[in-house]
């Protein structure tokens, strides 16, 4: 059986998991951008990251078999540092035209605060701005119910979002 693999990670995968994926039957991947498992020091890291998954992940999914796709962001745990955000945000839209990159994501509430609710908006406006689609990250926390709503309520209440 042929599958797709729609939310993956393959920045921290070796190469022998691009082998165990084919093995499996998978044929595309799409990989939303996410923390690193350390806060980046500076939006220079971010471009160096957007570069790793749009140019080198393809590549290095193509012999493979597996079409490799992305998304791009800076994640919510990152996002209550606004002015890495802010800096991100405009490094972003560079990227948006790779024909690799399949829309704004993973964006989303880590620990519920005002800083990262004003994060995802900033990136869902511009995900409006571009006509690019949104991929949605909801919190791991204990307040994985509370943050999910506090996110479709932001999203009900933007005017410039059709149901
Ligand atoms: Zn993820």
């Known amino acids: 059986m042929k599958y797709i693999d729609p939310h993956v ?3 921290s995968r ?6 165990s994926l084919a093995l499996t039957g998978c044929v595309a991947l799409s990989e939303p ?7 980046r020091f500076s939006a220079d890291a971010f471009v160096d990251y957007f570069e790793h998954i749009t140019s ?8 493979y078999g597996i079409q490799h796709y992305t998304w791009l962001c800076l994640n919510p745990k990152e996002g209550e540092d606004r002015a890495l955000t802010k ?4 490094i972003i839209p560079t990227y948006l035209d790779r024909p690799t990159v399949l829309g704004i994501g993973e964006i989303g509430l880590n620990r519920v605060t005002r800083n990262e609710m004003d994060t995802f908006l900033e990136h869902v406006d511009m995900a409006v701005e ?8 909801t919190p791991h926390l204990e307040d994985k119910f509370k943050g999910t709503q506090h996110i479709v309520d932001a999203l009900a209440s933007d005017s410039r979002i059709q149901p």
């Open 9 to 11: 990670h393959m920045v």
């Open 14 to 19: 070796t190469t022998d998991d691009y082998d």
């Open 33 to 39: 951008a996410f923390w690193s498992g350390y806060d």
């Open 56 to 63: 080198f992940e393809p590549a290095r999914a193509k012999p």
């Open 87 to 90: 800096e991100v945000l405009q």
């Open 130 to 137: 571009h006509d690019q689609m949104i991929l949605i990250h």
